[in-house]
């Protein structure tokens, strides 16, 4: 028997197919007409929204963040827009993941730190080291692993390790 909830959303999009090939032509036609800072901005906000509704893995498995897609919205805001703006970014993006997925847990709160420390350490070796994009994302990745792994192992207890 198929699943009722998902059988009204088939029907629902069948109903209204323009809105997201109007939503697509709105988004390309404001890539193509508004400036770089705009269109960053647009983007941003739309990986920012990924990123936000990608934690609802931890309402089901209740692990820590593997998914750095909040990682790589704090680099690029941080080398768009500078560390300052990633860092308040960050903390927007963390806390609404948080929230959206009703997944808080007694770690919710040391994510964020890291994630300020990859804020401000991307511009820092990319103007200093003149990193490739790649390699600053597995670095960054690094960092905050670094950062965050020994809290988590630290503050949990032996059987959720």
Known sequence: ??????????????????????????????????????????LISVLGIVATFSY????????PPVLELITLNTVLVSLLYG?????IFTIIVSIASE?????FDPFSFTYIVPRI?????????VSNFNIDFGLL?????????????PVYIAL????KR
């Open 1 to 42: 028997m198929p699943n009722q909830q998902l059988v009204q959303f088939y029907n629902w999009s069948n109903r209204n197919k323009t809105y997201p090939i109007i939503g697509a032509i709105v988004f390309i036609a404001a890539l193509v007409l508004f400036t770089e800072q705009v269109k960053a901005f647009f």
């Open 56 to 63: 609802f893995y931890k309402r089901v498995y209740q692990a």
């Open 83 to 87: 560390p300052v703006v990633g860092a």
């Open 99 to 103: 929230v959206v997925t009703h997944a």
């Open 117 to 125: 420390a990859v804020a401000f350490a991307a511009p820092f070796l």
């Open 137 to 149: 994302g597995l670095l960054m990745a690094i960092l905050y692993n670094l950062l965050q792994q």
């Open 156 to 159: 949990t207890d032996v059987e």
